[in-house]
């Protein structure tokens, strides 16, 4: 564990560098432009958010309905859980075009702002989640679940939820982008959550096991596995809601906007996201499949790149579709092509992500991976 | 009281004297313009649409709208982007602004909001425009504020003064005795995208 950690620090190191680069030079290095100002920091931003909030809820959930648990993973999945807080938080902080302002956010906080209400949250969030993990800890010697730790599983539980519908809000309060602006976002978005945060745990728990960090029996591993395919199962069905209702119409910027992710330049995304859905589905509802440890994994690591691919669809739709389709519409540097010629409202992806803003990516999860690997042990073995 | 701007599209060419009025103006480095000209036409710029001898083409310009219900305003998490409560004009202080670049995301109007991606850069080793002007800030957003400097003595925006055609009236529009009132009372006109509920101060007149 402790190589893991070194070479993860290492990475997270080059990305600092990286992000000191990106500070001195300007968003120019990035592939952010003001058609798309939003690009690759805040997809993971959304994603690392809904990792965040499904550890947390699958490690409190079964404390607030009174249900037999996953095994001994709840504190993994509360560590999991504050490390992709820390994050996301990262990842808005380098997205900033003026980081050495972020003071501004406390002294002129305005709070009609839902990127306001999302710093409140997730600093109760991480706060609450903390103190968690010390009491899950402390009561590692109680029998049962103590009311202390129950009241704080709820509470854990409730903030969680709220956490993931305020970072759908800071999308779909926009009536600017049509595929945005849909009441379904927050509760989407607690679904995706749930899929991507089982699934890392499943993920994480398993590496651990293999590791011999952590016991913990395959009937847990498979009961997860199965209700991943639950939440994935959600998920699509919420996928479909939205499409339905987009493409229903058949005209208007509703449509538009489902049709570039049909079959316009944003497909890819989409298709993936159904594909790997349904891959996890099929291993995690096949009791012969999900038997195997290493299968769950597979249909984890599906669940999680599904769930990236509709991050990535919110950028990327959601910026593409440009409400005034008069030419030449867009203004700034250019960014597409060597020719660096525009390619054309609607025709070629609004933004794609240059190098630079990979390393800057690659160096926060390092630094998640080490925070992991250093704090684990501290966290004392599940019972 | 709520300034606006009221372009007449029968009378416009064109010609892009007003989007280098303000450019010059405002010291806009290379790359960025607060005003555009947009064709109304084809599928490119200055190209009519239809086919010969069935063919149309006319101008907009587009900058910031200063709607009277902006979207940017709401969502800006430090208060960066405000509507001045005195002259209606959507206002944007670079000192505090902290370049997350959310006002871009939730504005419809395309490319209205201008990011510093960069140091600012100019052909020029001088300054140009307004002394008044304040300089623009590397990873901060930028837009047109109506010429606010301009206003405050009493002038028209620099878009306004330099138009050769006489296409752009500025005024207050909550006083119905003002030009640019009268003139929207006695010419058809429209809002664009008026059905994102905005409520754009810039009209045009058809």
Same mark, same amino acid.
């Given at each position: 564990?402790?190589?893991?950690?070194?070479?993860?620090?290492?990475?997270?190191?080059?990305?600092?560098?990286?992000?000191?680069?990106?500070?001195?030079?300007?968003?120019?290095?990035?592939?952010?432009?003001?058609?798309?100002?939003?690009?690759?920091?805040?997809?993971?931003?959304?994603?690392?958010?809904?990792?965040?909030?499904?550890?947390?809820?699958?490690?409190?959930?079964?404390?607030?309905?009174?249900?037999?648990?996953?095994?001994?993973?709840?504190?993994?999945?509360?560590?999991?859980?504050?490390?992709?807080?820390?994050?996301? +938080?990262?990842?808005?902080?380098?997205?900033?075009?003026?980081?050495?302002? +972020?003071?501004?956010?406390?002294?002129?906080?305005?709070?009609?702002?839902?990127?306001?209400?999302?710093?409140?949250?997730?600093?109760?969030?991480?706060?609450?989640? +903390?103190?968690?993990?010390?009491?899950?800890?402390?009561?590692?010697?109680?029998?049962?679940?103590?009311?202390?730790?129950?009241?704080?599983?709820?509470?854990?539980?409730?903030?969680?939820?709220?956490?993931?519908?305020?970072?759908?809000?800071?999308?779909?309060?926009?009536?600017?982008?049509?595929?945005?602006?849909?009441?379904?976002?927050?509760?989407?978005?607690?679904?995706?959550?749930?899929?991507?945060?089982?699934?890392?745990?499943?993920?994480?728990?398993?590496?651990?096991?293999?590791?011999?960090?952590?016991?913990?029996?395959?009937?847990?591993?498979?009961?997860?596995?199965?209700?991943?395919?639950?939440?994935?199962?959600?998920?699509?069905?919420?996928?479909?809601?939205?499409?339905?209702?987009?493409?229903?119409?058949?005209?208007?910027?509703?449509?538009?906007?489902?049709?570039?992710?049909?079959?316009?330049?944003?497909?890819?995304?989409?298709?993936?996201?159904?594909?790997?859905?349904?891959?996890?589905?099929?291993?995690?509802?096949?009791?012969?499949?999900?038997?195997?440890?290493?299968?769950?994994?597979?249909?984890?690591?599906?669940?999680?790149?599904?769930?990236?691919?509709?991050?990535?669809?919110? !950028?990327?739709?959601?910026?593409?579709?440009?409400?005034?389709?008069?030419?030449?519409?867009?203004?700034?540097?250019?960014?597409?092509?060597?020719?660096?010629?525009?390619?054309? !409202?609607?025709?070629?992806?609004?933004?794609?992500?240059?190098?630079?803003?990979?390393?800057?990516?690659?160096?926060?999860?390092?630094?998640?991976?080490?925070?992991?690997?250093?704090?684990?042990?501290?966290?004392?073995?599940?019972? | 009281?709520?300034?606006?701007?009221?372009?007449?599209?029968?009378?416009? !060419?064109?010609?892009?004297?007003?989007?280098?009025?303000?450019?010059?103006?405002?010291?806009?480095?290379?790359?960025?313009?607060?005003?555009?000209?947009?064709?109304?036409?084809?599928?490119?710029?200055?190209?009519?649409?239809?086919?010969?001898?069935?063919?149309?083409?006319?101008?907009?310009?587009?900058?910031?709208?200063?709607?009277?219900?902006?979207?940017?305003?709401?969502?800006?998490?430090?208060?960066?982007?405000?509507?001045?409560?005195?002259?209606?004009?959507?206002?944007?202080?670079?000192?505090?602004?902290?370049?997350?670049?959310?006002?871009?995301?939730?504005?419809?109007?395309?490319?209205?909001?201008?990011?510093?991606?960069?140091?600012?850069?100019?052909?020029?080793?001088?300054?140009?425009?307004?002394?008044?002007?304040?300089?623009?800030?590397?990873?901060?957003?930028?837009?047109?504020?109506?010429?606010?400097?301009?206003?405050?003595?009493?002038?028209?925006?620099?878009?306004?003064?330099?138009?050769?055609?006489?296409?752009?009236?500025?005024?207050?529009?909550?006083?119905?005795?003002?030009?640019?009132?009268?003139?929207?009372?006695?010419?058809?006109?429209?809002?664009?995208?008026?059905?994102?509920?905005?409520?754009?101060?810039?009209?045009?007149?058809?």
């Amino acid at each position: 564990m402790r190589k893991v950690a070194s070479v993860a620090a290492v990475v997270a190191v080059i990305g600092l560098c990286a992000w000191i680069f990106q500070c001195m030079n300007g968003l120019q290095v990035t592939g952010m432009r003001d058609q798309s100002s939003w690009g690759l920091y805040i997809t993971n931003f959304m994603f690392f958010v809904g990792l965040s909030a499904g550890g947390l809820i699958i490690s409190s959930a079964p404390k607030v309905f009174k249900l037999k648990g996953f095994g001994n993973i709840s504190k993994v999945a509360v560590l999991t859980s504050i490390v992709c807080t820390i994050l996301a +938080i990262c990842f808005v902080v380098v997205d900033l075009g003026s980081p050495w302002n +972020i003071w501004h956010l406390f002294v002129y906080g305005h709070f009609t702002s839902p990127l306001m209400w999302d710093l409140c949250v997730l600093t109760l969030y991480l706060v609450l989640s +903390i103190v968690y993990l010390v009491m899950l800890r402390r009561e590692d010697d109680a029998a049962g679940v103590s009311s202390k730790l129950r009241g704080m599983s709820i509470a854990a539980f409730l903030v969680a939820i709220l956490v993931h519908s305020v970072t759908a809000w800071i999308f779909s309060l926009n009536v600017s982008r049509a595929f945005w602006n849909t009441s379904l976002m927050a509760p989407w978005f607690v679904a995706s959550a749930l899929v991507s945060g089982t699934a890392l745990v499943l993920v994480v728990v398993v590496a651990l096991r293999r590791a011999g960090k952590l016991r913990l029996e395959d009937e847990n591993v498979q009961k997860m596995a199965f209700i991943l395919g639950v939440f994935v199962a959600v998920d699509l069905f919420f996928l479909f809601c939205d499409v339905l209702t987009g493409a229903y119409g058949g005209a208007g910027d509703a449509y538009d906007a489902i049709i570039m992710v049909l079959a316009g330049p944003v497909a890819p995304f989409f298709w993936a996201e159904v594909i790997l859905g349904v891959v996890c589905l099929v291993i995690a509802f096949k009791p012969r499949l999900r038997a195997s440890a290493n299968l769950c994994v597979v249909a984890s690591i599906c669940a999680i790149l599904g769930v990236f691919c509709k991050r990535a669809q919110i !950028i990327e739709d959601g910026f593409g579709n440009v409400n005034l389709t008069y030419p030449g519409v867009e203004t700034g540097p250019a960014v597409h092509g060597a020719d660096g010629a525009w390619q054309g !409202i609607g025709s070629a992806l609004a933004y794609w992500p240059t190098g630079l803003e990979c390393l800057v990516v690659l160096g926060i999860i390092a630094l998640g991976v080490a925070v992991f690997c250093f704090v684990y042990p501290k966290i004392g073995q599940d019972r | 009281m709520q300034y606006a701007l009221a372009i007449d599209t029968k009378r416009c !060419i064109g010609c892009n004297t007003c989007a280098v009025a303000c450019k010059i103006e405002n010291n806009l480095p290379d790359t960025m313009w607060w005003n555009r000209v947009l064709t109304v036409g084809g599928d490119h710029t200055d190209t009519p649409q239809g086919s010969f001898p069935h063919l149309s083409m006319s101008y907009i310009t587009l900058s910031c709208q200063h709607c009277k219900n902006p979207a940017c305003t709401k969502v800006c998490p430090v208060g960066a982007t405000y509507k001045d409560s005195e002259t209606g004009i959507v206002m944007q202080d670079y000192k505090k602004c902290i370049g997350c670049r959310y006002c871009m995301a939730a504005c419809p109007y395309n490319g209205v909001r201008n990011f510093n991606w960069r140091e600012p850069e100019y052909t020029f080793d001088f300054s140009q425009g307004s002394e008044d002007v304040p300089s623009l800030v590397k990873g901060t957003v930028s837009k047109c504020i109506l010429c606010n400097h301009r206003v405050k003595k009493g002038l028209e925006p620099a878009c306004v003064a330099a138009c050769p055609e006489r296409a752009r009236t500025f005024g207050d529009i909550d006083d119905p005795n003002s030009a640019i009132s009268k003139l929207l009372a006695s010419r058809s006109n429209y809002q664009l995208l008026d059905e994102k509920g905005t409520n754009p101060s810039v009209r045009f007149l058809s």
